[in-house]
């Protein structure tokens, strides 16, 4: 469900990549492309929010429910990047996972 919204945003950014380069992405750009969502500007962060809206059906006076959920949302992503091998910034080794738990 959230996955279609931001796979809606991932290729909205290939899509840019490809007007800007006159190219489809490599493999090694695609990782790179996509900004992290606190980076988007206000507007393309409202469409994000609109769409994650539509897809767990809260409506927008039930903001009490929408926040746990992107916070619940949030903390996979976040436990998804600590287990990852690789990360933007590098590679995730042993010790920097030790590190982190």
């Known amino acids: 469900m ?3 919204c931001i796979s809606k945003e991932f290729v909205k950014d ?3 990549l490809r007007v ?9 750009e695609r990782s790179d492309i996509h900004p992290l969502i606190r980076e988007y500007d206000p507007l393309r962060k409202q469409v994000l ?3 994650f809206k539509r897809c767990l059906q809260i ?3 039930k903001k009490y429910k929408l926040n746990p959920s992107l916070r619940l949302w949030a903390g996979c992503l976040d436990a ?3 287990l990852s091998l690789k990360t933007q910034s ?8 030790f590190s982190i738990y």
Do not use: F, Q, Y
Not at 20 to 28: C, L, N, S, V
């Open 2 to 4: 959230v996955n279609s």
């Open 90 to 97: 590098g590679p995730n080794t042993k010790n920097k996972k």
């Open 14 to 16: 290939e899509h840019a």
């Open 20 to 28: 800007m380069k006159g190219r489809d992405p490599t493999a090694e």
């Open 80 to 82: 998804a990047k600590k």
């Open 59 to 61: 409506e927008i006076d």
């Open 49 to 51: 929010l609109e769409c």
